[in-house]
T-cell receptor, first 113, second 110 residues
Framework: GAGVSQSPSNKVTEKGKDVELRCDPISGHTALYWYRQSLGQGLEFLIYFQGNSAPDKSGLPSDRFSAERTGGSVSTLTIQRTQQEDSAVYLC???????????FGPGTRLTVL | QKEVEQNSGPLSVPEGAIASLNCTYSDRVSQSFFWYRQYSGKSPELIMSIYSNGDKEDGRFTAQLNKASQYVSLLIRDSQPSDSATYLCAVSQDPYKLSFGAGTTVTVRA
């Protein structure tokens, strides 16, 4: 089936604006993750959703960041009042309950001017 | 101390040689260990997972785990130019939560 998809692939915004990034996981995958990857850096965990459990938000860097997952499928990561340090690639991954392999989407490259 | 640390790169090896990548982790209760490969501008893809002490081989890749030393490594035998990428070590204590290292960039010289 189709892999993890993310949109938009690129987003350029002005400092102070809000942005929404979308992730559509692999159908049937119960867990969904958001990561951030700055240039030349590893992956920074932001948040994950597992089934109907409360999300683990421990990686969100500030209260400007929030995420939701509607109907146990599509997820939206929202960044309010964007700052230049928010510029990064935001990666989404989903995981099947029968394995522990995370499958990554292509990412959204966010540039805050 | 970072949760997951990888040897600093970049690592340059000639074609056909062995590339050796190292990773140490701080949490002794870690249960699952993964190596992801990330080509420039692309998203990470899983190449190896290992859960028990010892070696695990998959084609030209061998993962080695030593929980007592909190150490996991990846060997790439007969390195090919197509192996040129950044390799990310990931460690999991919680079945659903991974901690990633910063990655080691490997360049295979033809």
């Amino acid at each position: 089936g189709a892999g993890v998809s993310q949109s938009p692939s690129n987003k350029v915004t002005e400092k102070g604006k809000d942005v929404e990034l979308r992730c559509d996981p692999i159908s049937g995958h119960t867990a969904l993750y958001w990561y951030r990857q700055s240039l030349g850096q590893g992956l920074e965990f932001l948040i994950y959703f597992q089934g109907n459990s409360a999300p683990d938000k421990s990686g969100l860097p500030s209260d400007r960041f929030s995420a939701e997952r509607t109907g146990g499928s599509v997820s939206t990561l929202t960044i309010q009042r964007t700052q230049q340090e928010d510029s990064a690639v935001y990666l989404c991954a989903s995981l099947s309950g029968s394995t522990d392999t995370q499958y990554f989407g292509p990412g959204t490259r966010l540039t805050v001017l | 101390q970072k949760e997951v640390e990888q040897n600093s790169g970049p690592l340059s090896v000639p074609e056909g040689a062995i590339a050796s990548l190292n990773c140490t982790y701080s949490d002794r209760v870690s249960q699952s260990f993964f190596w992801y490969r990330q080509y420039s501008g692309k998203s990470p893809e899983l190449i190896m997972s290992i859960y028990s002490n010892g070696d695990k081989e998959d084609g030209r890749f061998t993962a080695q785990l030593n929980k007592a030393s909190q150490y996991v490594s990846l060997l790439i035998r007969d390195s090919q130019p197509s192996d040129s990428a950044t390799y990310l070590c990931a460690v999991s204590q919680d079945p659903y939560k991974l901690s990633f290292g910063a990655g080691t960039t490997v360049t295979v010289r033809a």
